[in-house]
Structures are given as C-alpha cells and as structure tokens.
C-alpha cells in the first residue's frame, strides 16, 4: 500500500516535471520566433548590410504587421468575423444560383426559406436553398421534367445510379404523372416536395465551409455523386453567402439557417436524414446536432464529417493565414481568445459528445487548410467520451499521394460504396 502510494507520488511529480519542462520549451519557442525577424533586421543593421532609414523601416513593418494588426483583430469583431467566415470571397464570378443547371445539376429546384432568429423579428434573413432530385426520380420523371437530354447524356457516359426506392416510384408513377403532366414554375414546388415525401428515400443535407456558395465548383460535385447514389440532396447558403440575405454571420446565426432548412426537411418527409458538414461545415453539423438533442427534436439518422477540426483555437492557429503569426507569444491574447470570448468557437469536440446518433469521418492526409491530425483528435474524443449505447464512430484515412487536399475527397474512387455503407447500416436505426 505505502510502495503504491510512493509510487502515484512519484508519477505525479515526473507529470509536473514534464508540463514545466513543456512550458519552459514553448516560452524558449515563443521567444525565438517573436524576436527572429527584428533581430535579424538588426543584426543587417549592424554588419552593416542595410542602412539606418532601411532598419527603420523594416521595424516599422514589423510593428505594424505582428502588433497593430494582431491588436486591431482583438477589438473588431468585424474583422474576426471576415477572416472566419470569408463571405467576400466569391467563385465562381456571374454564378447565376436561381439556375442550378448552369452548374450541370439539372432537376434542381432553387427557393429561399426565411429564417427568424427570434419570436419579435418580423422580417427574418432569407436563405437560397436547392434541392437536389435523386437519379432514379429524375430518369422516371424526365419527361415532366423535361430533362430527357440531360438523363440521356449521363446514361450514355455510363452514370448508372444506385439501387433505391424502385418498387415505390414504379407504384407512384402513374398517379404523380396524372397530376403533374409537366412541371412548370407553379407546380414545382408541389411536385418536388411530392417525390421527397416517397416512402424509401433519403435526404443528405449538406453544411457547406467558408467562402464563395452553393454553386462551387467542388461543392456541385459532391451533390452530383449523392444524386448517383439516389439521395435527396439540399443545400443552402448560409446568411451572408451567396444570394442569401448578405447579414453578417455569426455562430449562433449560420446554426439557426441549418435548423430552420433541417426543420422544412423533416416537417416535409419521414424519410431518414443525414447530416453532411465540410470544413466549416463541421462545426456547424455538430453544433445542430448537439442542438436538436438539447431541445429533444427529431434528430438526423447519421452525421458525417468531412475535413472536421476540434474547435476554433485550435483549428487557428493551424490554418495557412495564421503561419506568420501563430508562434507570437501574444497570439493566443490577440487571435484566439477573442474569438472564443465572442462566441466564434465551434465546439465539435464538446457538440460530438452531446447527441447520439453515428458519426463518419473522413480527412485526407494532405490536408493543409484543416490537418488531419485535428480529423483524428476529434474522432478519438468521440470515440472515448461518447456512450457504447450510442450510435458508433468511424475514422478514414486518405493517403496524401492521392492529392485530394481539403476539398476533393468526392472524387475518391471508393467514397460512393463507403458513404452508401454507412447510410444503408444506419438509416433505419434509432439512438
């Protein structure tokens, strides 16, 4: 008992040991790389490489780069908001979002659904939506739809979807042809919201990251590959992007436009519904997730996270805008820390422990905008802080010989058979 007891004592002060010496090296680290560029400014001052006006000028770059602009960043959260979100960058230029097909995604309704951030506000913030029909609906209902050309086109580059909903839509077929002859402007509303609700589909809601809209390039991609796979697909622009209303985003606002699309969703069909959140995305995902298990509501069937990160600080001070600034011994009181006090944190590693259904994780290893090491620290805390009731947690891997980076893991050759894995396995389960 004594020897054991000598022993955590013993443990406890190697652990001690170890954060002093741990600490020490990031002050030693912080040191250097805070006084790097100045001293070798200086020292080209006195070997005499560089003139006094030159060193003058130089310090006063410095100055100006790595101490007013860290300090203008702390106090304008204007500014902390643009560098999270990036709604100013626009691609690609002239996208015209009321036209879907201009991207390749014909039979794809375009509308808007207003979202009220609370009980008094009487205008709301508009958000542009598509929704994305599924192939096999599609090639039913080409003619109505008047896609024929399209469909055709993509059987001929041998685009065979997946098996779905057959059986239903062959039963359906006759009554919905009767009632919608041809769908035209004042009927497609009807018509589309008609086939979501057909039993034994699926609904993928896709969260997309920041920067440009739902008509990026990258973006249409992924809708194109769930189509394949015969999945209802939506996806919206979050305040401020896109044709959305152009409000500044916050946190709080870009999770409330998730919910209200998820709600029109699931007020629409009993179809199971997964959730899809890229990059940014993620955050967002699990930050509705945790949302709708607070407020008891129906929840998705899955959730699947593409290129995630753990939360805001840490994902900062990894991201390629941050090289010059992240090892300044007052990042963390210039960068990080008010972002978090004004409520810019996106907590997935806090969100993944606070709702039960089954999470899929997907990262290429070279990754540079969010790492994989953040992918793979928020599945290991999902896989350790969760219950073994809930629903489980899977984590792969892209080998970064295959250059997917952060945003071209939908053109993985085994991504469709993975992602129709996960779906079939869980969405019929409830946690």
């Not at 991207?103 to 506000?121: E, M």
């Not at 920067?211 to 194109?224: I, L, N, P, W």
């Not at 939360?311 to 941050?322: G, K, S, T």
């Not at 008010?338 to 969100?351: A, G, K, Q, T």
């Amino acid at each position: 008992m004594l020897f054991t007891r000598r022993r955590q004592l013993k443990r406890i002060q190697n652990g001690r040991k170890t954060i002093t010496m741990y600490e020490l090296h990031s002050c030693l680290r912080s040191v250097f790389f805070a006084t790097l560029i100045p001293g070798t400014i200086l020292l080209s001052w006195l070997t005499g490489l560089v003139g006094l006006r030159s060193l003058q000028a130089c310090l006063v770059v410095f100055f100006l780069i790595f101490v007013v602009l860290p300090l203008i960043f702390r106090y304008s959260v204007t500014f902390q908001r643009g560098i999270l979100f990036l709604t100013f960058i626009k691609y690609p230029k002239g996208l015209d979002l009321t036209k879907p097909e201009s991207v390749g995604l014909y039979a794809t309704r375009n509308f808007y659904i207003t979202v009220k951030d609370h009980d008094q506000d009487e205008d709301g913030v508009r958000v542009g939506v598509w929704h994305v029909l599924p192939s096999n609906a599609v090639r039913r209902f080409k003619r109505e739809l008047r896609v024929e050309e399209e469909v055709n086109q993509d059987l001929d580059q041998h685009l065979e979807p997946a098996p779905g909903n057959e059986q239903e839509l062959k039963a359906l077929a006759p009554a919905i042809r009767s009632e919608f002859p041809v769908v035209l402007p004042e009927n497609e509303q009807l018509f589309y919201e008609r086939l979501l609700r057909m039993p034994g589909g699926t609904v993928v809601l896709y969260l997309h990251g920041n920067t440009a809209s739902r008509g990026s390039g990258h973006r249409s991609e992924v809708y194109k590959l769930l189509r394949k796979l015969n999945y209802h697909v939506f996806s919206f622009d979050y305040r401020g992007y896109g044709d959305s209303d152009p409000v500044p985003p916050t946190e709080e606002g870009v999770v409330r436009d998730a919910m209200m699309v998820f709600e029109y969703i699931a007020n629409t069909t009993s179809n199971p519904i997964v959730v899809w959140g890229h990059s940014l995305g993620t955050g967002v995902a699990t930050h509705l997730c945790a949302k709708l298990a607070s407020l008891n509501e129906r929840a998705p069937r899955g959730v699947i996270l593409e290129s995630p990160f753990t939360n805001i600080r840490d994902e900062i001070r990894m991201h390629p805008f941050a090289k010059l600034f992240k090892h300044l011994p007052w990042f963390d009181f210039t960068i990080s820390t008010p972002m978090y006090n004004n409520m810019l944190r996106f907590e997935s590693d806090l969100h993944v422990l606070k709702f039960r259904q089954p999470i899929l994780i997907i990262h290429a290893a070279d990754d540079v905008v969010v790492p994989i090491h953040l992918g793979y620290r928020l599945y290991r805390i999902a896989l350790d802080g969760r219950s073994r009731a809930w629903g489980p947690v899977e984590f792969h891997r892209f080998r970064a010989s295959l250059k997917y980076g952060h945003k071209y893991l939908c053109r993985a050759p085994e991504l469709p058979g993975m992602i129709q894995t996960f779906v079939e396995s869980y969405r019929d389960a409830v946690y």
